[in-house]
């Protein structure tokens, strides 16, 4: 997991490579990579900060060059698979025990395309390839590691992050209309590859795309996908004991190749089922190996979201320690507190959503100072195995939809007996699934950019719902800002239920088998019921890294929020993009307790505000 930068220009581009480099050093404290060279007519730059995870020698330094000469690679990110790609690939004398030189030699091999079918991991790839006279980009099946560019004068950049083209001489981060008017309007982000800045964007996720080096002017051209996920459904003969022990081999497997590296490895447990399945399967692993499971929680000792209950059941099981981390308006005070915020804004390339990417920036922080370099986290099994509340009512949709009343109101009925979905349900949350939106508040330059999704759309079963949180709605988002949160503190996330065969396997369960008798992630229950407590594993509340920022944004940070949004020469009132007497009337509705108004609804503007102005003092 590193950062990376490069270039392709007319002219020599040394100073922006350097300068890049700087400004994402936090990703890659182990060693620095820089190479230039001429081809033709055009100057390439290529820049790498190196978190070494494999071979920590000097022999992992990047670029790395292929024994043909042929390639030149910048990889970010891990192939968890790569000591089985030697064999399969029948590779010998090895210079480094890395996997990025198993990805070159394979690349070798076979070609980009092929390689990247093969691969069983997270990467962005900057691939030279002088034979054809091309560079390739790559990025993994998921998204999880980033790979942005722009291009400038009939030059093209790429780099890890947004940030590092602050280096360009005028770089202008001016807001990109659409992203605004979404994350307002719905609190959505990352839906497709516009990033939040104009002119800059990323290169699709399960993609290859190419530029000429002898023409940078004509920018990306043949992007392609080399995945897509197989969603036919299984063979009904298979019996659902078969189904969830082929389930529990795929997640053991997906977790086990997530535990090897040459550096501690630690599991973020939020008390949940997903991470609690993680933990329990860790700690039986490196038992074996003499290992002690260091795990890391985020808790809120008295606050009605503390999952302190759930973490302690899971401390005891294992019989390990865990961590705690937790974020203290009394201890840490309102400045404190903004200061934060406005820090994980500008690491995040954008505005956070929530609070949620701070707790989880102060855990990495954590895990730092614990000389944890590498922590598993449980995103994506509630996409891949149906775990949000929304699903049981998307599935139950889908069913009326299809003339199945009677089935569909059975299914909800289960739900409803079981007290594992009303009882949670919250308007101000739900309504955007209901075709309402933040409108109010957004101003003339979003409301005239905003496209709505449609989140409540359902087709001819639950797969291909949940295929859309995968791609656009729920996964991005969380990728994204686990990456920069972690990478701010030279940490690496690594997410086994995002390995592509477990989401493959999610998506085509039956139904019954992810949601059955009003519980939701049905399956991952069964199959790991013997690891876990049975107040883990039959949760019927769902929480995550919770705390209490709905109260914090009605008391103690209110005269903060007052003063800054009601600032008439407020960048978020002045670029058009939020209107500040609908604003200021929504912000009073939210204090006095109206369930309608979503804390999101009122903190998006708020977080807008402040990286707006921290990167207007990035770009002065």
Same mark, same amino acid.
């Given at each position: 997991?590193?950062?990376?930068?490069?270039?392709?220009?007319?002219?020599?581009?040394?100073?922006?490579?350097?300068?890049?480099?700087?400004?994402?050093?936090?990703?890659?404290?182990?060693?620095?990579?820089?190479?230039?060279?001429?081809?033709?007519?055009?100057?390439?730059? +290529?820049?790498? *900060?190196?978190?070494?995870?494999?071979?920590?020698? $000097?022999?992992?330094?990047?670029?790395?060059?292929?024994?043909?000469?042929?390639?030149?690679?910048?990889?970010?990110?891990?192939?968890?698979?790569?000591?089985?790609?030697?064999?399969?690939?029948?590779?010998?004398?090895?210079?480094?025990?890395?996997?990025?030189?198993?990805?070159?030699?394979?690349?070798? *091999?076979?070609?980009?395309?092929?390689?990247?079918?093969?691969?069983?991991?997270?990467?962005?790839?900057?691939?030279?390839?002088?034979?054809?006279?091309?560079?390739?980009?790559?990025?993994?099946?998921?998204?999880?590691? !980033?790979?942005?560019?722009? *291009?400038? &004068?009939?030059?093209? +950049?790429?780099?890890?992050?947004?940030?590092?083209?602050?280096?360009?001489?005028?770089?202008?981060?001016?807001?990109?209309?659409?992203?605004?008017?979404? +994350?307002?309007?719905?609190?959505? *982000?990352?839906?497709?590859?516009?990033?939040?800045?104009?002119?800059?964007?990323?290169? !699709?996720?399960?993609?290859?795309?190419?530029?000429?080096?002898?023409?940078?002017?004509?920018?990306?051209?043949?992007?392609?996908?080399?995945?897509?996920?197989?969603?036919?459904?299984?063979?009904?003969?298979?019996?659902? &004991?078969?189904?969830?022990?082929?389930?529990?081999?795929?997640?053991?497997?997906?977790?086990?190749?997530?535990?090897?590296?040459?550096?501690?490895?630690?599991?973020?447990?939020?008390?949940?089922?997903?991470?609690?399945?993680?933990?329990?399967?860790?700690?039986?692993?490196?038992?074996?190996?003499?290992?002690?499971?260091?795990?890391?929680?985020?808790?809120?000792?008295?606050?009605?979201?503390?999952?302190?209950?759930?973490?302690?059941?899971?401390?005891?099981?294992?019989?390990? $320690?865990?961590?705690?981390?937790?974020?203290?308006?009394?201890?840490?005070?309102?400045?404190?507190?903004?200061?934060?915020?406005?820090?994980?804004?500008?690491?995040?390339?954008?505005?956070?959503?929530?609070?949620?990417?701070?707790?989880?920036?102060?855990?990495?922080?954590?895990?730092? #100072?614990?000389?944890?370099?590498?922590?598993?986290?449980?995103?994506?099994?509630?996409?891949?195995?149906?775990?949000?509340?929304?699903?049981?009512?998307?599935?139950?949709?889908?069913?009326?939809?299809?003339?199945?009343?009677?089935?569909?109101?059975?299914?909800?009925?289960?739900?409803?007996?079981?007290?594992?979905?009303?009882?949670?349900?919250?308007?101000?949350?739900?309504?955007? +699934?209901?075709?309402?939106?933040?409108?109010?508040?957004?101003?003339?330059?979003?409301?005239?950019?905003?496209?709505?999704?449609?989140?409540?759309?359902?087709?001819?079963?639950?797969?291909?719902?949940?295929?859309? &949180?995968?791609?656009?709605?729920?996964?991005?988002?969380?990728?994204?800002?686990?990456?920069?949160?972690?990478?701010?503190?030279?940490?690496?996330?690594?997410?086994?239920?995002?390995?592509?065969?477990?989401?493959?396997?999610?998506?085509?369960?039956?139904?019954?088998?992810?949601?059955?008798?009003?519980?939701?992630?049905?399956?991952?229950? #069964?199959?790991?019921?013997?690891?876990?407590?049975?107040?883990?594993?039959?949760?019927?509340?769902?929480?995550?890294?919770?705390?209490?920022?709905?109260?914090?944004?009605?008391?103690?940070?209110?005269?903060?929020?007052?003063?800054?949004?009601?600032?008439?020469?407020?960048?978020?009132?002045?670029?058009?993009?939020?209107?500040?007497?609908?604003?200021?009337?929504?912000?009073?509705?939210?204090?006095?307790?109206?369930?309608?108004?979503?804390?999101?609804?009122?903190?998006?503007?708020?977080?807008?505000?402040?990286?707006?102005?921290?990167?207007?003092?990035?770009?002065?």
């Amino acid at each position: 997991m590193c950062g990376l930068v490069f270039a392709l220009t007319r002219e020599p581009n040394q100073n922006f490579i350097h300068a890049a480099a700087e400004l994402q050093k936090h990703r890659g404290p182990d060693g620095e990579g820089l190479h230039f060279e001429q081809i033709g007519e055009s100057h390439l730059g +290529y820049g790498h *900060q190196r978190l070494a995870l494999l071979d920590l020698s $000097d022999r992992g330094l990047q670029p790395m060059h292929s024994e043909s000469g042929r390639f030149t690679i910048l990889f970010n990110g891990e192939i968890y698979n790569y000591r089985e790609l030697i064999t399969q690939y029948g590779l010998h004398k090895l210079r480094s025990e890395t996997d990025t030189e198993v990805a070159l030699r394979v690349i070798e *091999q076979v070609g980009l395309d092929e390689a990247c079918k093969a691969f069983n991991g997270m990467w962005a790839i900057v691939l030279c390839d002088r034979q054809k006279g091309r560079i390739l980009l790559s990025r993994d099946r998921i998204g999880k590691k !980033p790979l942005n560019y722009t *291009q400038r &004068d009939g030059n093209i +950049y790429v780099a890890s992050e947004v940030k590092a083209f602050f280096a360009l001489p005028g770089f202008d981060p001016y807001p990109n209309a659409e992203v605004a008017a979404r +994350y307002l309007g719905q609190i959505l *982000q990352n839906t497709d590859e516009l990033s939040w800045v104009d002119g800059v964007q990323g290169l !699709p996720p399960a993609s290859i795309g190419e530029i000429r080096i002898d023409d940078p002017q004509g920018g990306l051209i043949d992007v392609r996908r080399f995945w897509k996920p197989d969603m036919t459904e299984f063979d009904s003969n298979i019996g659902d &004991d078969a189904h969830l022990e082929i389930l529990r081999d795929l997640v053991t497997d997906a977790t086990q190749l997530r535990l090897h590296a040459d550096v501690p490895v630690g599991i973020a447990l939020s008390g949940g089922l997903d991470s609690s399945i993680l933990a329990a399967i860790a700690a039986e692993r490196q038992a074996k190996n003499g290992i002690t499971t260091r795990m890391l929680s985020v808790v809120h000792p008295g606050a009605a979201d503390d999952e302190s209950e759930f973490v302690d059941a899971m401390e005891s099981h294992l019989g390990s $320690d865990v961590t705690r981390v937790s974020l203290d308006m009394t201890g840490d005070g309102p400045d404190a507190i903004l200061d934060l915020i406005t820090r994980c804004n500008h690491m995040n390339d954008g505005p956070l959503s929530s609070m949620s990417a701070v707790l989880f920036y102060k855990l990495m922080e954590q895990a730092r #100072e614990q000389g944890i370099t590498a922590v598993l986290t449980g995103q994506g099994a509630d996409e891949a195995f149906c775990g949000y509340r929304k699903f049981p009512i998307l599935e139950a949709k889908s069913r009326f939809k299809s003339g199945k009343i009677l089935s569909g109101a059975s299914f909800l009925a289960g739900f409803v007996g079981n007290r594992t979905m009303l009882g949670q349900f919250k308007i101000s949350e739900a309504k955007r +699934y209901l075709g309402a939106r933040n409108a109010s508040i957004m101003g003339p330059v979003t409301n005239d950019a905003y496209v709505p999704l449609g989140l409540s759309d359902v087709g001819e079963g639950i797969a291909p719902r949940q295929l859309v &949180d995968i791609e656009r709605l729920s996964v991005p988002h969380l990728c994204h800002y686990e990456d920069r949160m972690s990478m701010a503190m030279s940490r690496e996330v690594r997410s086994p239920f995002l390995d592509y065969r477990v989401i493959e396997m999610g998506l085509r369960l039956p139904v019954h088998l992810k949601m059955q008798r009003g519980w939701t992630k049905f399956a991952l229950r #069964e199959a790991f019921e013997d690891k876990l407590p049975a107040s883990i594993t039959w949760r019927k509340d769902k929480k995550g890294f919770a705390n209490p920022e709905g109260t914090w944004f009605k008391a103690e940070l209110k005269p903060r929020v007052l003063d800054l949004m009601g600032d008439p020469a407020n960048p978020v009132y002045q670029l058009g993009l939020v209107d500040r007497a609908a604003y200021l009337d929504l912000y009073k509705a939210f204090c006095k307790g109206d369930k309608r108004v979503w804390f999101k609804d009122v903190f998006a503007p708020f977080s807008l505000s402040l990286w707006l102005n921290d990167w207007k003092r990035q770009g002065t």
